[in-house]
């Protein structure tokens, strides 16, 4: 299945702009506020957001953030584990080191607590020490129901890994690389997730991020090849994380595609009603996470695929 109704979320408790990250996160801009005053409005984005999902349906587990660990971007889960229907949890290995301290073991226990089968670890951490890294779902796109996977080349998404990571899930490698326009330069997009996403029937992709015309081309011709309707963005709509955006189910089977009020609020009606044609939106405003954070909703959710053997009430 390409969707779930399950998501792992972080909430916040020092949550500011990483520094670290902003070397190639363009997405980010720092605000002149204190980072205590910075913390309390994504506490209140995040909870805004996890009553909007929950209200529609949509299971989400709430961990904690630990405050001796001081993890800014700990609201982005997605980017240093992943969950997959046949049990196994993947762990990637991440740029920024002070991301790194985000991995906790205890979230793997939370999960079984829950009734969530784990099978397997495949970690990729130890590709840190060579300097390559692939930050799980914000670099990777899968099409589970096709057994595809989608990347953008960058700094955190090294092609070797992405490959490695197809060949462990028995996936094809659809690679590219996505561009955005930064002071004059045109310099990779460091996660895909937020130049694409894919749901069961459709796609948003930000083609104009894809200089190369062959390779743009390769990744129309597989969404299609799918039966993907592919509803184009702008790469103005992008800067405002109209692809970071992610399909999930609801109550009663319904379908969602979640994003964040500024990436709601940047399409067009033509587009609107492309979206609306598969599924329902869900938005909620997600302004302090995006301009400190670089993210948006879709890298704030990770997707909970493992096996349950239980469901607790």
Same mark, same amino acid.
């Given at each position: 299945?390409q969707?779930?109704?399950?998501?792992?979320?972080?909430? &916040?408790?020092?949550f500011r702009?990483?520094?670290e990250?902003?070397?190639n996160?363009y997405?980010q801009?720092?605000?002149?506020? %204190?980072?205590?005053?910075?913390?309390?409005?994504?506490q209140k984005?995040?909870?805004?957001?996890?009553?909007a999902?929950?209200?529609?349906?949509?299971e989400?587990?709430?961990? +904690?953030?630990?405050?001796?660990?001081?993890? &800014?971007?700990?609201?982005?889960?997605?980017?240093? @584990?992943?969950?997959?229907?046949n049990g196994?949890v993947?762990?990637y290995?991440?740029?920024a080191?002070?991301r790194?301290?985000? $991995?906790?073991e205890?979230?793997l =226990?939370?999960?079984e607590?829950?009734?969530?089968e @784990?099978?397997?670890?495949?970690?990729?951490?130890?590709?840190?020490?060579?300097?390559?890294?692939?930050?799980?779902t914000g670099? @990777?796109i899968?099409?589970?129901?096709?057994? %595809?996977?989608?990347?953008?080349?960058?700094?955190r998404a090294d092609?070797?890994l992405?490959?490695?990571?197809c060949?462990?899930?028995?996936?094809?490698p659809?690679?590219?690389?996505?561009y955005?326009?930064?002071?004059?330069?045109?310099?990779?997009?460091?996660h895909?997730?937020?130049?694409?996403c894919v /749901?069961?029937?459709?796609?948003?992709?930000?083609l104009?991020s894809?200089?190369?015309? %062959?390779?743009r081309k390769?990744?129309? =011709?597989?969404?299609r /090849?799918?039966?993907?309707?592919?509803?184009?963005?702008?790469e103005?709509?992008?800067?405002?994380?109209? /692809?970071?955006?992610?399909?999930?189910?609801?109550?009663? +089977? %319904? $379908?969602?595609?979640?994003?964040?009020?500024a990436?709601?609020n940047s399409l067009?009606?033509?587009?609107l009603?492309?979206i609306?044609r598969h599924?329902?939106?869900?938005?909620?405003?997600?302004?302090?996470?995006?301009?400190?954070?670089?993210?948006?909703a879709?890298?704030?959710?990770?997707?909970?695929?493992? &096996?349950?053997t $239980?469901?607790?009430?």
């Amino acid at each position: 299945m390409q969707i779930t109704n399950t998501i792992l979320m972080v909430r &916040p408790v020092r949550f500011r702009m990483n520094e670290e990250t902003a070397v190639n996160n363009y997405f980010q801009e720092d605000l002149d506020i %204190k980072n205590q005053t910075i913390n309390l409005r994504a506490q209140k984005e995040f909870d805004d957001f996890v009553t909007a999902l929950r209200a529609k349906g949509v299971e989400v587990i709430v961990v +904690d953030d630990i405050f001796e660990r001081d993890t &800014p971007d700990s609201i982005f889960p997605n980017n240093w @584990i992943s969950f997959h229907a046949n049990g196994t949890v993947g762990l990637y290995p991440m740029f920024a080191e002070n991301r790194r301290r985000e $991995r906790r073991e205890d979230v793997l =226990d939370i999960l079984e607590e829950k009734g969530f089968e @784990i099978r397997n670890v495949v970690d990729y951490t130890s590709a840190e020490e060579d300097g390559l890294f692939l930050e799980g779902t914000g670099s @990777i796109i899968m099409d589970r129901d096709h057994q %595809k996977a989608y990347c953008a080349l960058s700094p955190r998404a090294d092609e070797g890994l992405f490959i490695e990571f197809c060949e462990d899930m028995e996936c094809t490698p659809v690679i590219f690389t996505a561009y955005q326009s930064v002071d004059g330069q045109r310099l990779p997009i460091y996660h895909t997730n937020v130049m694409m996403c894919v /749901g069961e029937t459709f796609a948003v992709i930000c083609l104009d991020s894809i200089d190369d015309k %062959k390779e743009r081309k390769n990744v129309v =011709d597989h969404l299609r /090849g799918d039966g993907k309707e592919i509803i184009a963005i702008t790469e103005v709509q992008e800067q405002n994380f109209a /692809g970071n955006m992610l399909q999930v189910i609801g109550k009663a +089977d %319904k $379908r969602y595609l979640v994003m964040s009020t500024a990436a709601y609020n940047s399409l067009n009606q033509e587009q609107l009603e492309a979206i609306q044609r598969h599924c329902e939106i869900i938005h909620s405003p997600l302004d302090t996470i995006e301009t400190c954070g670089g993210g948006s909703a879709r890298c704030m959710m990770a997707e909970v695929f493992l &096996p349950r053997t $239980r469901v607790l009430s």
